[in-house]
Each structure stands twice: as structure tokens, then as C-alpha cells.
């Protein structure tokens, strides 16, 4: 019975994680919890295990150890992949398709109907400012437009869920704050969201933190308490010392 | 339905990619040209070099269409030393002798088998033998060779191009995060092989036909089986290099590394799939090209277009072919576990 009450309460648990890949441990006994409808920010210099716990959480891998909960069912899990937008670190388009057609294709992963795909593509576009290039291929955008691209199609099948692997990696600060003032907007929708990054300033914008250090969860709790523990004036300070100290 | 968004996506991706198309389509046609022009020649006349031979064997050797030169010793020696003709026939001692040039044993044995049979010729005041009258059950006399290992490239340039272009494509699906991305979506495992088999499969089909109709039709390649069964093995064959080139892309970390495949697992199904007489080689050896898919294809085709097989005797091969796709592509689905292990 508590089991189940803990379930529903929250959205995404994770329960002593352990992954590795051969003989290297990229995760160690890793514990965290997320309500409905709050971000989630995993906070880690690159090679801290981030999107290895992304890609346990969208149920794309399978931990060796431990257990992961989304929305009340066990991953992974084939029918839990529709309700789950997920944005990978690479831009994972087709060069060689229009940003319509890209949007076409991953729209037709779910069960959309065909007048519902199109609107949906068009609403995204529209929301992205991707409306006037939508018929250009992929290959001719720039960064920041692909970055907007991936992320649109993440939102196509208006998932309950969507994990994002640092959504705003090498973006100027006007789309960097485009993106955040989107992940709000889907926030107050009730969307829950799991974000990974490597920007101290962009963790005072998540509800929940996870700081990762080498693959294992050196504090989390939302950006007061972790300040707090660590008794530090920046996240980027209570990083440094929940760490043990010298980099 | 996914599987058809795969391959939809498939096809308007190589729409997007008019030079790949054009590549697929051209370079076998212009290969099969080529080759048309060059084993469609003639019977080589070999180049021999005469010295104190006597009237009526040079006659007959004229008569045979040898291209004589008359030279003395010395003077043969130096044609021989020049390449200027293939073989001196010597009768300086009384004997003939015939030296060879020596560097192209095909050419050697032209002159030596033109010269052994003027010299064995009877007088010709005894009465001629009758002439020997022969027919061929497949075939035509003096059947160019391109005519016999023509059906054997259609099947080559289909399979090998088809694994190329798929296996360079999956990798760049591997490389570029697509594949991982469109397995973190409801998408099974095997409805992206699936979509990957229909939607190359499609392109293939037209190319493979387009391949066959233009060396029958335009090359004028010797034909006497049925079209529509044509049709079929290329296809299939497509099929199969479809399979096998995702799958091997698998050990390729990029295009270079697939490209590095390609003397390991098309070259040697080349050579054992009988574009060579492999009759003088020890049975095992012979026989390994029953392990290869090319030599279905290559059996298959040439019973068809030059032996005018039916589909009954070639349903072995077809078969095999398609047990080896499914193979293989059942391999694939497995190998996409790496990147989502559901």
C-alpha cells in the first residue's frame, strides 16, 4: 500500500542505481525523486554519468542494479516510450529531410492520426519560430535553429514526460532563454521535466537537483537546501564543497 | 503504420539526394557498358613472326587469320625483344621451332595452338576429313564472353551496390544519434529493420530492373529465360545485400570502415561466384561457393538468361537467398540492442 502511494505521488523515482558499461562503473548507487509537474535538474561537469542516468530514466537502458519508476510503472518499458519526450545531447535529425518532414517522421513513432500530426507540427513549428524555414532541409539550419528543431519534435506528442539532455548546450543566452521560458510554459501545463546540464546559473531555475560528480549523487534537493547543506552562498560554490573540496 | 514511415522517410531521404541516386543508377549502367565493349571483341589474331618457313605453311597460317611477319634471325629476335609479335615460328634447322614472346600466356597459347594445328594438318593433296558439324544445346557458336558472365555482374552490381549505400546509411544513422533518438520512441526493434528492408528494398527493385532491362534490351545480353523471373532474383539479391550490408555496418564505426569491408565480404563471393572456371581447384575449395549468397545469384541468373531455366529449378536459389535475408536481418534486430535493450 505505501509502495503504491509513493508511486503516485511521485513521478519519477529512482532507486539504487548502479551502470556500467564493461568493466568502467558509470553510476553508483544513485537515489532520486521528482513530483508532478517540476523540473528536474541533473547538474554535472561532462563524464559525471548525467546522460547515462538520462538515458536510464527514458527507459532507453536498463540499470545493472536498482530500479526506475516513471509515472508509476517500472522501466524500461515499450508503452511508457510514448508518453516520454526525449531530446538527445546530439541533434538527432535527418540533414537530408525538410524540418517538416523530420517533424512528419518522428510524429508518425506515435499513434497521432493524420489531421491531429499535421496540426500538432504546425503548432510546434509556430511555437519555435521554425515556421518560415519549415520547408528547408535540415542540413542548411544553424545550430541554434536545429536545437529548436529537436526539441519541437520532443513536444509533438504532447508527452505527460519530457527528458532533455542539455537542451541548451552551446546556445546564446536570447535562445537559452527562448527554450527555459517553453520549459515553463509546459511546466504550468503540468508537464514534468528532466533536464541535464553543465550551467551552474541555469540549476537556480530547476524545483529539484541532482549534483553528479563521477557518477555518484554528491547532493540533491531543490537549490535552497542544497545551498544550505553545503552551507554556500551559489549552487556553483555548494558543488564545489559537496564534492569534497578541491577540483 | 511505423514500418512505412520508416521506409517512407527512406525514400524521400534519397529524393533529397539526387548525386546517391544518380550514382546507384549510372555508375552499373556505365560499368556494364564498358564491359559489353570490351569482351564483346573479337577473337585476338595472334602476331607471329616467320623465318624460313615454307610456302604452304605459311599459307595455312594466313588462312587461319594470323598476322605474318617475314623476318631473318636477327631480325626476329628484335621483334620478339619489341613486342612486335607474340611468337617466331624458326625453320632455319629443318624443324620448326617456335619461340614465344611469353609475356601473356593467352596470347602464347593462341600462337601455339595456331601453329600445332597447321603443322599437324595432313597434305593437302590426301582427301579432307568431313567437316565436324556442331550445335549447341545453350548458347551460340562463338558466344561472346560477355554474353556468359554478364548475367553474373547484373547480380554483382545489385548486391553490391545495395550494401554499400544501406550500410553507409545505417551508419550515418548510428553517427549522427537518429538511430538512438528513433529508439527512444514506441518504435520496435524489428520494425526498423523492417522499415529499412521495404524502403531500400523499393529503391533497389527499380534499380536492379533498370540494371537487367538496359543490359538485355539496350547491351543486347544474350537472354532467352523470362523477364519477371529476372526480376525476382535481382531482387531478392537486392534484398540480400540489403540485409548483410546493415548488418556488417554494425562493425563499422564509419563509412571508411564499411568501404574496408568490401574486399573482405563482396571480393571473394565475386570470385567464387563463377565468373572464374574454378574447375582446376580441389573440390573443398570449389564448394565454397555454395556458402556464399553471390553464387545463387550468379547460378540462378545465368540458368535463366542463357539457359532459359523455369522458376521450379531456381527455387533452391531463391531459397537460399531468402533464408540468408532473414538471416541476417533477424541478426540486425539483435544488434539494435546495443542502443535500446528493449
Known sequence: ?247 | MRIWAVALRILRQLGHDWRTMALMVLSPIFVMTLMSLIFNSEEYNPRIGIVNAPASFVERLEEKDAVLFRYDAYGAEMALAKDLVDGVVDFSNGLPTLEMEGSDPGKSMAVQRLVEAVLREPPRSIARPPLLEVTYLHGYKDMAAFDSFGPILIGFYVFFFVFLIAGVSFIGERNNGTLERILATPLRRWEVVAGYILGFGFFAVLQSGLIAWYSIRVLGIFMVGSFPLVLAVTSLTAMVGLAIGTFISAFADNELQMIQFVPVVIVPQLFFSGLFDLGTMPKPLQMAGRGMPLWYVADALRNIMIRGTGFEEILLHMGVLAATCLLFATANVLALKKYRRL
Open chain 1, 1 to 247: 500500500m505505501e509502495e503504491a502511494t509513493k508511486r503516485n505521488t511521485h513521478c519519477v523515482i529512482v532507486e539504487h542505481v548502479d551502470r556500467s558499461y564493461g568493466r568502467k562503473q558509470v553510476l553508483f548507487d544513485i537515489s532520486l525523486r521528482l513530483g508532478h509537474a517540476q523540473i528536474l535538474g541533473l547538474l554535472g561537469p561532462s563524464g559525471s554519468g548525467k546522460t547515462t542516468l538520462i538515458r536510464l530514466v527514458a527507459g532507453i537502458d536498463r540499470p545493472d542494479r536498482g530500479v526506475v519508476h516513471l509515472l508509476g510503472e517500472r522501466l524500461p518499458r515499450l508503452s511508457m516510450m510514448g508518453r516520454i519526450g526525449y531530446m538527445a545531447q546530439a541533434d538527432a535529425l535527418y540533414g537530408d529531410l525538410t524540418a517538416r518532414e523530420n517533424m512528419g517522421f518522428f510524429a508518425s513513432m506515435y499513434p497521432l492520426g493524420r489531421s491531429r500530426k499535421k496540426e500538432r507540427i504546425q503548432v510546434v513549428l509556430d511555437l519555435l519560430g521554425l515556421t518560415p524555414d519549415a520547408d528547408r532541409l535540415v542540413r542548411e539550419y544553424s545550430g541554434g535553429m536545429k536545437r529548436r528543431l529537436s526539441l519541437g519534435i520532443a513536444l509533438l506528442h504532447q508527452p505527460p514526460v519530457l527528458i532533455l539532455d542539455e537542451p541548451t548546450i552551446g546556445l546564446d543566452p536570447l535562445l537559452r532563454q527562448t527554450i527555459w521560458e517553453e520549459l515553463y510554459r509546459q511546466k504550468d501545463a503540468g508537464v514534468t521535466i528532466i533536464i541535464s546540464t553543465h550551467a551552474m546559473d541555469e540549476a537556480e531555475k530547476c524545483d529539484t537537483l541532482g549534483m553528479l560528480r563521477e557518477g555518484r549523487l554528491i547532493g540533491s534537493g531543490s537549490p535552497g537546501e542544497v545551498k544550505a547543506a553545503a552551507d554556500a552562498q551559489t549552487i556553483e560554490e555548494a558543488f564545489i564543497r559537496l564534492g569534497g573540496g578541491g577540483l
